[in-house]
Each structure stands twice: as C-alpha cells, then as structure tokens.
C-alpha cells in the first residue's frame, strides 16, 4: 500500500524508508563508497572513467648537489688550481717541471721539509700525552673548579695562535718575566731563558697552543665511559696503571686517533706561530712559501712548496680517515 503523502508518478519506483534491524538479522551492509584517494584512483564523467592520475617526474638528486659543488669549486678548487698552474709555469715562459726540479734540489727546501715534518710529529706526540693526562685528571679526579676548566678548555680553541705565542714571549722571552726575576735575584746581566728563539721554543709553543684539540675529543668519549668499569676492575684487585691501560686507553683510542690527526695536519700549515716566535733559524714549508713569494718574489718556488704541502696535508688526512675507519672513530 502506498502513502497518500507520496504519490507515485508511472515510471517510478517506490522509495521506502529502511526498516531498523533487530539483533537476529545481523549487521547492516556497508553503504559506504568505495575510496576515491590514491594513485590509481579515477572520477566518473560524462565521456566513461578518466586515465589513471600520474605523478610528475622527479628531479635528480645530483641536480641539486650541482649549485654548492659549483661554489665550493669556485671558492676553493678554483683558487688551488690557479696555485698549480702557476707551479708548471717558470718564468721564462711556457708549461714545465722545472720549477719542480729547482726545488728539489735545493737545501733550503730539505731542511725545510726536515724541520716541518719533526716538529709536526713531536708537537703531536707530546699533544697526545700532555692532553691524555689532563683530559683524564679533568675527567676522573674530582677537584673543586673542574668543570671551569672543561668549560674554558672550549673557550681556548677560539684563541688564535699567535696569542699564546706572545704570552709564552711575556714569560720567557730574553726580556719576560722569567729572566727579569732571574736577574733581580742574581745581578746577572740576562736571563737563562733564551729558547724561545730555537726549535725547543716553537715545539712548545705548539704543544701549548694544540693539547686542548686532543683533550676536547677525550673529554667527550670520557663522558661516554661508564663509572661501573671502574669500580669493577677496582674492586676486582685491579691497579690504576692496569685500570687506565685495559679499560681508559681502549676506550679513548677513537677520540686520541681523531685528535691527534687533526693536530698533525694542523702543526704541518702553522705559520703563526714560527712568526711570531722570532726563531730565524727554524724554516718550515709555510714558512718557506712565505719566503719565496714574498721576500724573493719568486712566485713557481712559491707555489711548488705550497703544492707540496696540500699534497702532504691531503695524504695525511686520508690516512686519518683510514685509521677512523679502522679503530672505529
């Protein structure tokens, strides 16, 4: 029976209401549409069912490296290879090694590669001794103020070299403070203290100015060492010598092969330092392009050296990154 309320036109079908489900009949078929999202999904049209929608190409991530590359190539390679093709360039004209030859050759460039490479492995040796002490004093042995000193230790990597030259100058330089006690006390007409001026003097100078870039790293792997090891191995019977070579030193490997890298490097390219320092009988690769370019004005010499020492800088940095590598940096 239909409804006077809705008259049905001929043609039509009657649209009844849903009757509401007792709990025997089961649930009620979804009536939900399907979902119209995602990548194969189509929308009905007059014309019949659209083309699957395609997601637009992708630009290659090597496209985007290209700009830094780009400047990184004309902020530094650019400048490096101008240096090497002046290295190739003599001055009487044309494209030869001979620059190269004339160097080689010469005392002055030996014992300049003598005394840069010495004083880089000493200034790194005692770097790592001195740091290691220190770093495991400031880590390990509480004392009031000890937290300053691993704050300040980050501080000190801001100074730039030459200021600690000059303090050393200021305590033991022929007219420092260490002299001028000395002959207050005795009369004498100088001090003992002239080292400053010798190679002993530049190497402390570099031990001084480069231990807190070998402390800094132990410091962190310190913090990371856990304390129940060494109650442990003291409990156990263990001395602190044995304590600190089969439990610290293990643990600091990493941060001493990373530390003592980056000073090695960094010792081969100082130049402040020996400037400042005074020390006329020591010469290094820095030391010595200065020389040459600015001095002599003899600019393939110049950059002949200057080649030499990227060469060993580059090659002492790949070896750094294989010793990372292999002690797990």
Known sequence: MVSAAHPVTPGTRAVTAPRPRTGGEGPAPSATAPSATGPSATAPSAGGPQAPVREGRRVPRFVWALPPVALLALVFLYPLALVVQQSVSPDEGGTSLAPYGDVFASESFRSALTTTVWLAVGSTAGCLVLGFVLAMVIAFVPFPGGKAVAKFIDVFLS?????????????????????????????????????????????????????????????????????????????????????????????????????????????????????????????????????????????????????????????????????SRRVGA
């Open 159 to 323: 100074f730039p070299s030459f200021l600690i030259t000059l303090a050393l100058l200021f305590i033991y330089g022929n007219v420092g403070m260490a002299n001028g006690l000395w002959t207050d006390v005795t009369g004498g007409s100088s001090g003992p203290f002239d080292f400053l001026t010798t190679p002993w003097g530049v190497l402390l100078a570099e031990i001084t100015y480069f231990t807190p870039f070998v402390m800094r790293p132990l410091l962190a792997a310190f913090s990371q060492l856990d304390s129940a090891q060494l109650e442990v191995a003291s409990s156990l019977g263990a001395k602190p010598a044995r304590i600190v070579r089969q439990v610290i030193v293990p643990e600091a490997l990493p941060a001493l092969a990373a530390g003592g890298s980056l000073v090695l490097v960094m010792c081969l390219n100082e130049f402040g330092i020996v400037l400042f320092t005074g020390a006329k009988g020591v010469t290094t690769l820095p030391m010595l392009v200065y020389s040459k370019a600015i001095l002599e004005s003899d600019y393939p010499a110049a950059c002949v050296v200057a080649v030499v020492n990227i060469a060993i800088s580059v090659g002492l940095y790949s070896l750094y990154r294989m010793v």
